[in-house]
């Protein structure tokens, strides 16, 4: 029997997930209607707006967020997420800065170019950090410990079926069907009652720390498409009736290129609830814990394009500190115009963004050889250079996402020191590697760079252009 590839299960896990979330969270019907309106207009008016993503990858593309509470449980999800042909890219540590949460986090997503053409889907996912002493005191820590034992999140078949599709690429059709009923009920929102008492003691240190600790399951918290126009999006829903959050978190929208990310959301709803209370009977209530979130995505940034990045935007918090959103917008805009390149081009000579490179074809050579800088060969024609999407997060924006949806501060001990948390040991806890979403971005140019200028015969431009392959383990 023929398999189904871990490609096609991830597909299909994003569209069952989809059209769950819409029926427990209206709201996100309406996110998801208003996006399409806007992505049909932009891509009517604007040739080039399947630069950095044809419409089919745009419309399909999701990202979504879950949170777990112990090691155990981060093993587990990554297991499933591996059975549809998704890693571990990236270290997000939240627990610093105004906001903060006692969660590090990592993104579980496709890494080959062509497996993100074909499904882009990718799933946030915290670990609480229940050791961490600025939010949780030992006695707290071992009752929270001891609650988050007592839990199962994943079936053990679905557990087996996602081994067995990763070992073999995919699952035959009724497994395939059965790992992904039982996926998509790992993360429905559960019926079961939630402990008042207990979810209010969480919810004082942390709304994410009750979201996480103070239930018996998980549950997607968030499902975010894209969209390419997303202040023409936050306007229109606006114009719904949806309420939004304060503003776009990322860069800001200026005159150059998009670049990374920007990301807003619709607030957190009430969804009704049964508690049970410290006498044990049940009662009706509600939280607010889900939201709907949408992204716009730019170009990648290189660690001197993203060093840039957060200069201004250190600069932007510093100098519009206090003034009204519209101010610190048009501040935000005039900073970039004047600190960071407008074009694509300039992006690409200065090395501040991640671009693949082809060798120009039809070109008369009249026996010269190519340049051997990269400004060179663009400006002489020799090479195109086309952007590659950025397709991870930001941690400035996550942390600004769920903040703007808490329904409180917290409490956080700034005078005691946190637990150190890296990508090193995420990895450790995981027994998978963390990658790094750098590496990724630079094996995918070096790669096309390494076979437009061995098409060219640049060899001089070659060797100082793109380092060496690196060896890999058999």
Do not use: K
């Amino acid at each position: 029997m023929a398999l189904t590839p871990t490609w096609r299960l991830r597909a299909a896990f994003a569209r069952r997930l989809s059209a769950m979330y819409g029926t427990e969270v209206p709201a996100y019907t309406t996110l998801l209607e208003v996006t399409a309106e806007i992505n049909a207009e932009v891509t009517a008016r604007d040739p080039d707006a399947g630069r950095l993503g044809g419409p089919d990858r745009v419309t399909a593309e999701r990202h979504g967020a879950i949170r777990v509470g112990t090691p155990g449980e981060l093993r587990q999800a990554a297991q499933i997420f591996a059975a549809l042909g998704m890693h571990p890219v990236g270290f997000y540590d939240l627990r610093d800065g105004p906001g903060a949460v006692p969660v590090v986090s990592t993104a579980f997503r496709p890494t080959d170019p062509a497996e993100l053409d074909r499904n882009p889907f990718r799933v946030f996912t915290s670990l609480l950090t229940t050791a961490d002493r600025r939010f949780f005191d030992p006695g707290l820590e071992a009752r929270l410990t001891a609650f988050l034992a007592r839990r199962r999140l994943f079936p053990p078949e679905l557990l087996r079926l996602a081994e067995r599709a990763e070992r073999a690429g995919g699952l035959d059709a009724p497994d395939a069907e059965r790992f992904l009923t039982l996926a998509v009920g790992a993360f429905t929102l559960s019926t079961d009652p939630v402990d008042r008492a207990w979810y209010a003691e969480l919810e004082r240190i942390s709304a994410v720390a009750a979201d996480i600790g103070g239930v018996t399951t998980t549950h997607i918290n968030h499902l975010t498409p894209r969209v390419l126009d997303i202040d023409a999006l936050y306007r229109r829903m606006g114009e719904r009736g949806i309420t939004m959050i304060d503003r776009i978190q990322g860069p800001p929208r200026w005159s150059g290129p998009d670049v990374l990310l920007r990301q807003t959301s619709f607030r957190a709803l009430a969804e009704p609830r049964t508690f049970r209370e410290p006498d044990g009977h049940l009662t009706r209530g509600s939280l607010r814990v889900r939201f709907g979130e949408v992204e716009a995505r730019g170009i990648a940034l290189t660690p001197a394009g993203r060093a840039r990045y957060d200069a201004l935007t250190a600069e932007t918090e510093h100098r519009a500190a206090g003034r009204p959103d519209a101010e610190r917008q048009h501040l935000a805009r005039a900073l970039w115009d004047d600190g960071f390149p407008r074009t694509e081009r300039q992006l690409a000579a200065d090395g501040l963004a991640f671009f693949t490179y082809r060798a120009a074809t039809g070109r008369p050579r009249d026996g010269r050889r190519p340049p051997a800088d990269l400004a060179g060969l663009l400006d002489g024609g020799w090479l195109t250079a086309h952007p590659i999407v950025y397709e991870d997060f930001l941690p400035r924006s996550a942390a600004g996402i769920f903040r703007s949806n808490l329904t409180g501060d917290g409490t956080r001990d700034p005078h005691r020191d946190g637990t150190p948390f890296d990508a090193d040991r995420l990895a450790g806890l995981l027994g998978r590697p963390v990658l790094d979403p750098f590496a990724c971005y630079a094996d995918q140019r070096d790669r096309s760079l390494r076979r437009a200028l061995t098409t060219l015969g640049a060899d001089a431009a070659l060797r100082a252009l793109v380092p060496a392959p690196q060896p890999t383990d058999a």
